[in-house]
């Protein structure tokens, strides 16, 4: 029975789609994708569809345009976590999702020469949303930073920043505190932070630069670029130093995964396409990422130079002591109060990691004294076992070390995973020379020693030789202070 020429008789304008359909879809409304709509009711008693805002989506032929500045301001928060919140359309007190009182995040972009939006993005809004429960605002300028002609968007990006004040004004105005406020900015997108920052003299409370833009900013002074001075606390993770970022530092402490520029797994010709120009300038944001998950520490070493902590030469920790080394990323700031306290407040922190999540890579020392009279040059490799009988390599690429008699050499070493005990330790000497003698390395004590984890025991092995291309594989003793016993020596097992 169609029962709508009742309906119309009496006055009525219905669909029965709404009248049977709507319970249906009211029930299935948290299974919606992250385009989700809101049902919102008009005068004449209808539902209206409401699109909730999105991230500007534009293509290569937008780039090759142009495109004018326009900015969307896309507030999150664990009650509106799939549906934004359109800041740039009202006053912040007339905001339904804002609480002012809040810590308030803000993730800004870089240039964007396809148009379409950054591939992390949706990754970066869900794990902060779910570290902390806060205002997240994501700094939608791809109208404006979308174009080939990089030098447009570079120009843009103090317009944006003026934008951005207009809102904070707004937020102090309803209760906010600089204090609480966090950018997180993506190649331009951290030169923004730095004059937002510069605007409030640098009373923000942190502000996180993801490998800052170096064209354009390279060379100039602090106040038209990112500088540690735009926040109470700076901090910068730099992975492309060589094309697309900034090589010098520019915050109150700068890291420098696998020192800076070429990153494990990225692409090394242009022959593997936009990845080669894109994979080192983005690392920094997966590292970042990383940080967010948790699944392990990025512990980073204060150095002068990467080629020094290659050498071993900065594994020392103790100007943070109690704490630890510090870790790359969103907990970076838990080192706040030691870092500032430096004079000049600038520290620069290196790190190898690995090709791939959670990049985290654990470091050791190995250690060693030799005896033979004529210097000894090459390389050790080194394989360690746990009681398992799990085997691991050494993941970093070490330079050759030179063996002086009754001299200690210290050589760097990382794993991709840290063994709680090790049962066994395997080491293989090599000068890589294809002709001349054989060497051999005599050894009086070779000590491993973790620096991921101090508090480790250090594993020794005393008096014994390793001969040129020979894997030497041993089981190693808790170190001795005053040298070891005849008693104490296990048997080699080559």
Sequence with gaps: MDIRPWFQRCGFSLDLNELFLWPVVEKRRPHLSSKKINMKESSRGKYAEKKCPEFTDLSLGNALTGTDLKVQLLLYTRQNQNCSENLSEHNVIASSSLNTTKKTVFV??????????????????????????????????????????????????????????????????????????????????????????????????????????????????????????DAQFVDVIHTDIDAFGFRKPLGNIDFYPNGGADQPGCPQTIFSGSKYFKCDHQRSVYLFLSSLKRNCNITTYPCDSYSNFKKGKCANCEDFHPASCPVLGYYADLWKKQLRKKNPPETTAYLDTLEQEPYCMYNYFIEIITWNKSVRRGLIKIKITDYSGNTIDSHMKCEPTTFLQYRQASILVGFNQDFDKISRISLTFSTNSLIGPKYKLRIIRMRLRSITNPARLHLCRYDFVLPENIEVTFKPIPCQKKGVTASEKEPLLT
């Design 108 to 229: 800004i972009h870089g240039y964007r020469p396809t148009g379409s939006p950054p591939v992390w993005l949706n990754d970066i809004k869900e794990l902060l949303l779910a570290l902390e429960d806060f205002n997240l605002i994501i700094v939608d300028w791809n109208r404006g930073a979308t174009t080939v002609i990089y030098p447009t968007a570079a120009h843009n990006t103090k317009k944006v920043a003026y934008i951005l004040k207009k809102l904070i004004d707004q937020m102090l105005a309803d209760g906010a505190s600089l204090d609480s406020i966090y950018m997180i900015g993506v190649s331009l997108g951290a030169h923004i932070a730095g004059f937002v920052g510069q605007m409030y003299n640098g009373k923000l409370g942190r502000i996180t630069g993801l490998d800052p833009a170096g064209p354009l900013f390279t060379g100039k002074p602090p106040d038209e670029r990112l500088d540690h001075t």
